[in-house]
């Protein structure tokens, strides 16, 4: 069973480029949940993608935007980015979308300068 | 909105020395409360689900419980290799709007001292 995978490991961008991060799901997973985690703060939800459409979101700009293909894998693109964007953005797939646990990837560690 | 608060911020142990994580929560319609462990620099390790309060999970020195305002993980024994971040996440019901999501808390950092 293959776990969940996220690429690059790090990245490094400055204010006001846009930056796409991706996200493949377990293997059987066919939901995908973003989160932000700035540092010494636990994760705060960005979004959720079930069978391609985004049916979750929270407390972010729309500068943050997704996409999940169909193989369940997914993309975070942020857009005029912003030094507060820095952080490790986690990305976690589920079976479903609003029961059970989730499974996190390595996370995707992003510098903006 | 749902809110969780773990304490303490951060504990040192001797190898061997037991003690309890504590994670407070509110929520409307809880389904679920989550324990992960995080190492430096990697994502969220999922360690137990717990549903409804009186409910016990149990691996290895770990043990979660749960009560209808918090959960508590009891680390009994434990190892130099017991030390991460332990993080605590609910679920939400459909009512609050927050049924797809996770709610973190901040995460109590745990060192074990050989």
């Known amino acids: 069973e293959t776990g969940v995978t996220q690429s690059p490991t790090h990245l490094i961008k400055t204010r006001g480029q846009q930056v796409t991060l991706r996200c493949s799901s377990q293997?059987?997973?066919?939901?995908v949940s973003w989160y932000q985690q700035a540092l010494g703060q636990g994760p705060q939800f960005i979004f959720q993608?079930?069978?391609?459409?985004?049916?979750g979101r929270g407390n972010f700009p729309p500068r943050f935007s997704g996409l999940q293909f169909p193989n369940y894998s997914s993309e975070l693109n942020v857009n005029a980015l912003e030094l507060d964007d820095s952080a490790l953005y986690l990305c976690?797939?589920?079976?479903?979308?609003?029961?059970?646990?989730?499974?996190f990837g390595p996370g995707t560690r992003l510098t903006v300068t | 909105e749902d809110q969780v608060t773990q304490s303490p911020e951060a504990l040192r142990l001797q190898e061997g020395e037991s003690s309890s994580l504590n994670c407070s929560y509110t929520?409307?319609?809880?389904?679920?409360l989550f324990w992960y462990r995080q190492d430096p620099g990697k994502g969220p390790e999922f360690l137990f689900t717990?549903?409804?309060a009186g409910e016990e999970k149990e691996k290895e020195r770990l043990k979660a419980t749960l009560t209808k305002k918090e959960s508590f993980l009891h680390i009994t024994a434990p190892k130099p290799e017991d030390s991460a971040t332990y993080l605590c996440?609910?679920?939400?019901?459909?009512?609050?709007?927050?049924?797809?999501?996770?709610?973190f808390g901040s995460g109590t950092q745990l060192t074990v001292l050989p």
């Open positions: 976690a797939s589920s079976l479903t979308g609003d029961l059970g646990e989730q499974y």
């Open positions: 996440a609910v679920r939400g019901g459909f009512s609050s709007g927050s049924a797809r999501q996770l709610t």
């Open positions: 929520v409307s319609g809880l389904r679920g």
């Open positions: 993608y079930y069978r391609e459409e985004e049916n």
């Open positions: 717990l549903y409804s």
């Open positions: 293997s059987g997973h066919n939901t």
